[in-house]
């Protein structure tokens, strides 16, 4: 998988497939990104809940995986977006254990806890969008390590 | 429904096979109330290690499974649970209810024997 930073992946989100699909491709960017198997399955896993969460709320939604670079750390960075109902309280929303429907509210705070980033816009009525990055601090290329 | 349900001496193995869709989840929990009180196993493994992610939703229904099957007298144990999977549910805060877990076929079988 070739990918830069400007580059990045647009998934549909609208059923029980999609949610596997978005995690799957989210733990194969974040592979391809160089980041720890533990690391790679919390990104599938966080994935996994707010694809969840975008099906049961607001039926439909998009997920766009990005790999975002800076000087001294890359991140892969997950942008959730719908036109469902919105959050009507979302201080709430990420709080343990608070649901609202089908017993399955677990999703955002653990999202929220296991990424680096982590920000919900929301309008009722309107939509809602998340964004969520993992950090890793950037390999030293080989060339600047100086032999002892 | 692509996970097999396999008989083995009175016990159920149940080797899932991919990482399922909440559906597919629905479809195994269901089959496995079935499966158990319709043919009184002694209990049932659940392998895992072909599984991607658990999360909240997977780790609910594997213990609500737990929960039946104990009730109908054949206790569950969820083998095969990866490192980074275990990991990743206890940063997400996640834990199993009413499952025992064993890292592999034979002592998912073993500690079933112990339990009856």
């Known amino acids: 998988m070739k990918m830069t930073g400007s580059e990045e992946t647009l998934l549909p989100v609208s059923s029980d497939q999609d949610i596997i699909r978005a995690r799957q491709k989210g733990r194969d ?24 969460n975008i099906v049961i709320y607001a039926r439909r939604g998009t997920i766009v995986l990005t790999i975002e670079e800076e000087s001294d750390r890359l991140g892969l960075v997950v942008i959730a977006r719908d036109e469902g ?44 969008r998340i964004t969520m990055k993992k950090w890793r601090t950037k390999h030293l290329p080989v060339t600047d390590v100086t032999p002892p | 429904m692509s996970v097999p349900l396999i008989e083995h001496d009175r016990y159920l193995l149940v080797p899932i096979q991919s990482g399922l869709t909440d559906g597919e989840l629905s479809e195994l929990h269901a089959a496995l109330l079935r499966w158990v009180t319709e043919q009184h ?31 109908c ?41 112990g339990s009856t």
Do not use: C
Request: aromatic share 6%; charged share 20%.
């Open chain 1, 85 to 128: 109902p919105g959050i009507r309280d979302v201080t709430q929303a990420l709080r343990n254990h608070y649901t609202t429907s089908r017993g399955l509210g677990m999703g955002l705070p653990g999202a929220r806890r296991v990424m680096d980033d982590f920000a919900i816009e929301s309008k009722l009525g309107e939509g809602t």
């Open chain 2, 41 to 71: 196993p002694r209990g049932v493994v659940i392998d895992v290690a072909l599984l991607d992610v658990l999360d909240a939703y997977a780790v609910r229904t594997l213990s609500d499974v737990g929960h039946w099957t104990r009730l």
């Open chain 1, 29 to 52: 960017l974040a592979a391809w990104a160089d980041f720890t198997v533990v690391d790679q399955t919390l990104i599938a896993t966080a994935i996994s809940e707010i694809a969840r």
């Open chain 2, 73 to 113: 007298g054949a206790p569950t144990v969820i083998v095969g649970i990866r490192s980074e999977l275990a990991q990743a549910m206890d940063r997400f805060g996640l834990a199993f209810q009413e499952v025992a877990t064993a890292p592999n076929w034979a002592e998912g079988l073993k500690v079933l024997a």
